[in-house]
């Protein structure tokens, strides 16, 4: 009877372990992964502006 009740206990306990293993899946994403750039660029703008002032004072030496 002893060996039947350990037999049992064993049984219950590895289904009970079992039935609380977690389990992990890896899915792609159903879907596809977008990347929003709004970005502005002011770069142009600048140097344009850079470029006028330099000549401005380039004309004009004797300002300062």
């Not at 009740?5 to 372990?17: D, E, H, K, P, Q």
């Not at 929003?36 to 380039?58: C, G, M, S, T, Y």
Request: aromatic share 4%; proline share 5%; hydrophobic share 40%.
């Amino acid at each position: 009877m002893t060996a039947t009740r350990l037999f049992s206990t064993l049984l219950m306990g590895a289904a009970i372990t079992a039935g609380c293993t977690p389990t992990v899946s890896v899915q792609a994403p159903s879907e596809p992964i977008t990347v929003n750039l709004n970005v502005k660029i002011e770069h142009e703008i600048r140097v344009k502006v850079d470029r006028e002032l330099d000549d401005l004072f380039e004309d004009k030496e004797g300002i300062f």
